[in-house]
């Protein structure tokens, strides 16, 4: 059993540890109500630039298929971006991404599809993980840091694999990333980038009233013309995804870490309340014993 001393110590260095989780936890609290401000208010936006790319694919309709953007690339390769944390402590955050990651790759070995696989790598974790496990890294993305993240800055990043899908190097393009559906609940997922898949525009989706307007041509006005005006809303709504892919992730680690950090804080309450049991316990029977020695002295001395 340990002695008073030892108890002493470890009750002592178990207060430190808890003092550290609980300001970990609090600056984690703190950035993730900054960062789930961020990706709550860039939904709306998101919502409707997928929604008015929808309907003005259904108006052009198989003029679709024409575009590089919405039809397999060259390549045979596949490009990935994988999203992970640059630092630990954030619980299962990076392990829950890395078991989706791993499913997809043996989903893709056992379809027959033995193509290979180049990773663009949003975080230090991520691309450890990939480099020590012989996985190609096409690119490993560090400017900014994913912390520092904005619209510009996801924008450079949807350019690099829309170009990188447009020369004919990769057949076609994924996302691996953390979905924020709330502060106790994120969810990795793996979803198709390029080529664009006019399902999941909900291309020619009806309105309220069973018709879409634009489909219709109702009396709604185009300027300068359906075409013009979908070229230019397709990189838009490339780098609203990203953007929403980068700052999601970034708030579930976030939200990660603080119920990582809240539990290590009452583990370590726990621990420091058993230990201080256990102190008191022992000094206890040392102070009996000390008595029970004074009183035998004292009796043999009479």
Not at 79 to 88: C, M, Y
Not at 101 to 125: I, M, P, Q, T
Not at 182 to 192: G, I, L, R
Not at 216 to 223: K, S, T
């Amino acid at each position: 059993m340990a002695g008073i001393r030892e108890l002493r110590g470890r009750i002592k260095s178990v207060g430190n540890i808890k003092q550290i989780t609980r300001a970990m936890e609090m600056v984690a609290s703190t950035k993730l109500r900054r960062f789930q401000d961020r990706a709550v208010a860039s939904r709306p936006y998101a919502t409707e630039i997928t929604g008015l790319v929808g309907r003005l694919a259904g108006v052009l309709g198989e003029d679709l298929a024409d575009r590089p953007l919405f039809k397999p690339g060259a390549g045979e390769a596949t490009a990935v971006l994988l999203v992970t944390s640059d630092r630990g402590l954030c619980g299962g955050y990076n392990a829950n991404v890395f078991r989706v990651l791993e499913e997809w790759l043996l989903a893709r070995k056992e379809s027959g599809d033995n193509s290979s696989v180049h990773f663009f790598v949003y975080g230090r974790k991520g691309y450890k993980y990939l480099t020590k496990r012989g996985h190609k890294v096409e690119r490993y993305l560090v400017e900014p840091p994913l912390e520092e993240i904005d619209f510009p800055n996801a924008a450079r990043t949807a350019a690099v694999l829309t170009q990188a899908f447009e020369t004919g190097a990769y057949r076609d393009v994924k996302m691996i990333f953390t979905a924020f559906i709330s502060a106790a609940k994120y969810v990795p997922e793996s979803v198709p980038f390029l080529p664009i898949a006019p399902d999941a525009l909900g291309a020619g989706d009806s309105g309220s009233d069973g018709s879409s307007d634009l489909a219709a041509g109702g009396d709604v006005l185009l300027e300068p013309d359906a075409n013009s005006i979908f070229d230019s809303l397709i990189p838009r709504y490339l780098e609203t995804r990203i953007y929403n892919a980068l700052i999601e992730s970034l708030t579930s680690e976030y939200a990660s870490r603080r119920a990582s950090m809240k539990n290590a804080t009452d583990a370590a309450s726990d621990m420091q309340g058993e230990l201080k049991l256990l102190y008191n316990r022992l000094r206890q029977e040392t102070i009996t014993k000390e008595l029970l020695d004074i009183v035998g002295g004292a009796e043999a001395v009479r």
